[in-house]
Each structure stands twice: as structure tokens, then as C-alpha cells.
């Protein structure tokens, strides 16, 4: 069971919200303390959702005094993972605290290779159609799980993931940020 009261996932798309709250839900977060913040799906643009709402959901975890975590999921696609953490605490009203409970899990081009990898698949991170092609259905879908599963698995037990792509792994040091509020 969380500690946290509320964990509001704020996301450009359903792979990314099936991705974030099975892996919740495998960590014993119970899904009436999760809120996703409506997201275009597939009627704007994701990206854009994540930029224009960082900023008002960062001041509404701010301003409570009940123990909420903010995870935010935007794809870097053509950028690095820290040039999109640099874009997303230049949209924040102040800076994110080293110890305030605001992770970025960011996937370089879809959170699809994340699963590819969890499949037993060697990914190549630049590479920004094959993983998506392959794994978009699937992504969307309980047909996930088993691959999430496998992920917080390794979280919840400390084990290191053999060879994981760099956002992935930059993604587990992220999740450090907010670990023990789970």
C-alpha cells in the first residue's frame, strides 16, 4: 500500500498511462489513489499536454499538505533525456527540489522500446519506428503486464537491469526520487 494519498501521472498518451500505472498498481498503489489528467490521445498533441500542465500540477502538489507524487511522462524523440528534464523544470514556476516528489520518466522515442527490452529484445534507442511498430497494439493493452511486471519486479527487489537502454536507466534513477513514498 502507498503512502502516498494521491499520484497524478501526467502523460502524453495510453501507452504511457498503462505503462506507469500497472507498474503503480504491481507496487501496491491502489488505483483510487491515482489521477491521470485527461491527455489528447490522438486529438493534439501529447507532448504539448505534458509542457502547458508540468507547471499547474507542480504548484498543486506544492500547495498540499497531504503526501502526493507527480510523475511526468514525455518521449525525448530527437532530444537527449536531459535536455527534456532542462525543458520540463524550465516550465516549473520554481525549480524542482532534489527531494521533492517530482520524477520525469522520460523514453527516448516511445515508452515501446522500454517494452521491447523487457521482451529479451537488444534495442537501439535511436532507432524511432521499429519498437513502435512492433509493440504500439500491444502497449495500449493488458498484453503489457508481463513486460511491467518484469520491470517492477527488478525495482521492488533493488535488482539491477542488465544492459537497459539509457532512458530506462535514467528513468530507475528518477524513480529513487519518489521510492520511498510508494
Not at 47 to 58: G, P, Q
Request: charged share 30%; proline share 4%; hydrophobic share 35%.
Amino acid at each position: 500500500m502507498s503512502k502516498a494519498s494521491q499520484i497524478i501521472i501526467l502523460c502524453e498518451d495510453k501507452a504511457h498511462e498503462v505503462f506507469v500505472k500497472h507498474f503503480l498498481k504491481k507496487w501496491g498503489v491502489k488505483p483510487r489513489a491515482i489521477r491521470v489528467p485527461t491527455y489528447p490521445n490522438g486529438k493534439g498533441s501529447g507532448k504539448k499536454h505534458v509542457e502547458d500542465n508540468i507547471s499547474t500540477e507542480a504548484e498543486a502538489l506544492r500547495s498540499r499538505h497531504a503526501s502526493t507524487i507527480l510523475l511526468v511522462i514525455q518521449d525525448a524523440d530527437q532530444l537527449s533525456v536531459d535536455q527534456i528534464k532542462a525543458n520540463l523544470n524550465a516550465k516549473l514556476l520554481s525549480p524542482r527540489d532534489d527531494h521533492e516528489p517530482i520524477a520525469y520518466i522520460i523514453p527516448k522515442w516511445h515508452i515501446q522500446t522500454w517494452i521491447a527490452y523487457l521482451d529479451g529484445k537488444n534495442v537501439n534507442e535511436e532507432d524511432k519506428n521499429i519498437y513502435k511498430n512492433m509493440y504500439g497494439k500491444l502497449s495500449e493493452s493488458k498484453d503489457a503486464h508481463q513486460f511491467i511486471d518484469k520491470l517492477a519486479d527488478h525495482c521492488r527487489q533493488n535488482i539491477q537491469l542488465e544492459t537497459p537502454p539509457d532512458s530506462l536507466f535514467a528513468a530507475c534513477e528518477e524513480f529513487n526520487r519518489i521510492r520511498n513514498l510508494l
